[in-house]
């Protein structure tokens, strides 16, 4: 798990990427590169977030796929069902994926699977109570640890954070996709 670092102002620490960001103006004073201590930090703290929670969902025995397909039929609301298409939308994995992901997971008794009887095509994927099990621990052990990792920010901060990686973030996804 990450350590929290010692309270201290953001001007006090001197990061890798203030490094690169300096030799950049020193080499290029031409250019603004301000940028880089945005988008590597954005980059470099995404890349250490994923790191810990594959850790922490390896150490409770799943894996982010298996959690991903999950709580989204937990989030649906009862009777906990969506169809297979609507999984492979929101998973922004491919359908043979998903398929593949579907099969482990019924073989697992986590969810099954259902003919629509309108439409032969449609599949329907329902949620098991052993697979609501699994999702209410997971999500609830991963909320509290991923907790503990930002709690380096002020709740003010966090709030301020939210907001700022929300704008960003609506420049490559529309807010009303649902996406995990």
Do not use: C
């Not at 959690?67 to 994995?93: F, N, Q």
């Not at 209410?136 to 052990?141: K, M, P, T």
Request: proline share 5%.
């Amino acid at each position: 798990m990450a350590t929290k670092p010692t309270k201290l102002e953001p001007s006090q620490i001197e990061d890798g990427i203030d490094r690169v960001e300096k030799a950049w103006n020193r080499e290029r004073p031409d250019l603004d590169v301000s940028s880089i201590g945005i988008i590597s930090r954005i980059w470099r703290v995404g890349r250490h977030m994923e790191r810990e929670r594959k850790d922490r969902l390896t150490e409770v025995g799943t894996d982010r796929v298996t959690l991903d397909v999950l709580a989204m039929l937990r989030r649906s609301g009862e009777p906990y069902r969506r169809t297979a298409g609507e999984l492979t939308h929101s998973s922004l994995i491919t359908p043979g994926g998903v398929s593949q992901r579907l099969e482990k997971l019924e073989k697992a008794g986590l969810v099954t699977r259902h003919i629509h009887p309108e439409d032969r095509r449609r599949i329907d994927v329902q949620l098991t109570p052993d697979g609501m099990h699994l999702i209410d621990d997971v999500l609830a052990d991963l909320m509290d640890h991923e907790t503990k990792l930002v709690q380096v920010l002020t709740p003010t901060d966090q709030a301020e954070l939210r907001r700022l990686l929300k704008l960003l973030l609506a420049q490559f996804e529309h807010p009303e996709n649902d996406v995990h």
